[in-house]
């Protein structure tokens, strides 16, 4: 095999977690005192799919970084790996966890699209369309409620109320509640509003004698 050059995929890279810069200065200490003991794992054009940390780490340190190759059957497989190799290694919170394996939905619905269109030639489904959201949820280790829920979440809650969900300051639970708590005085008022509105736009007929 041809000496491969590793390279950082920014798309892959995204599909991860970030680490805090002093669990990045932990790593360089770590890899400078005892070596480098996990391999970074690239496909077959040196791509990095685990271990971008590493990979900085051993450049800073300048030395050679170990890694292994592994092969893919498709783009779609090779990206699910980048983000289930994370959910094995990383200490998440639940909400990490939720929001990592929601990474997957576009990944798994694509997958599943393309094998419902060659089931009939003897291609085997693996993950129905229907089950998207069941797998991603047993990926998560919760229910497909609580994942529903964080959806909810990252849509509607500003940054500071999902930060303090995903470092398990505040609850799903708790958040989701809010929001919808919100949402019901919301509509409240603007109904309101509107019977106000409605209520000054009457005009009475004029009173005759």
């Known amino acids: 095999m041809p000496l491969l050059t590793l390279k950082i995929d920014p798309e892959y890279e995204a599909l991860v977690p970030t680490i805090s810069k002093e669990c990045y200065e932990t790593l360089v200490s770590s890899i400078q005192a005892n070596g480098q003991y996990e391999p970074i794992i690239v496909n077959e054009n040196g791509i990095i799919l685990d271990g971008h940390q590493r ?3 051993c450049n800073k340190l ?7 190759v592994k092969q893919f059957d498709d783009l779609l497989a ?14 998440l919170t639940q909400a990490q966890r939720i929001q990592l394996s929601l990474r997957k939905k576009s990944i798994l619905q694509e997958q599943a699209k393309r094998n419902e269109s ?8 693996c993950t129905p369309l229907s089950r998207v959201n069941e797998v991603i949820a047993k990926n998560a280790g919760v229910s497909a409620r609580q994942v529903s829920k964080f959806e909810t979440i990252s849509k509607k809650a500003d940054v500071q109320l999902l930060n303090r969900v995903l470092t398990a300051k505040t ?29 000054a736009s009457i005009q009475l007929p004029p009173y005759e004698l």
């Open 55 to 57: 990979f900085r780490a």
């Open 171 to 199: 609850t799903i639970d708790k958040a989701y509640n809010d929001i919808k708590a919100e949402e019901k005085r919301e509509k409240l008022i603007l109904e309101a509003k509107q019977a106000a509105h409605s209520s």
């Open 62 to 68: 300048k030395i050679k970084p170990a890694f292994e």
């Open 118 to 125: 060659l089931g009939g030639t003897g291609v085997q489904i």
């Open 78 to 91: 090779e990206k699910l790996f980048v983000i289930d190799v994370n959910l094995v290694r990383r200490q």
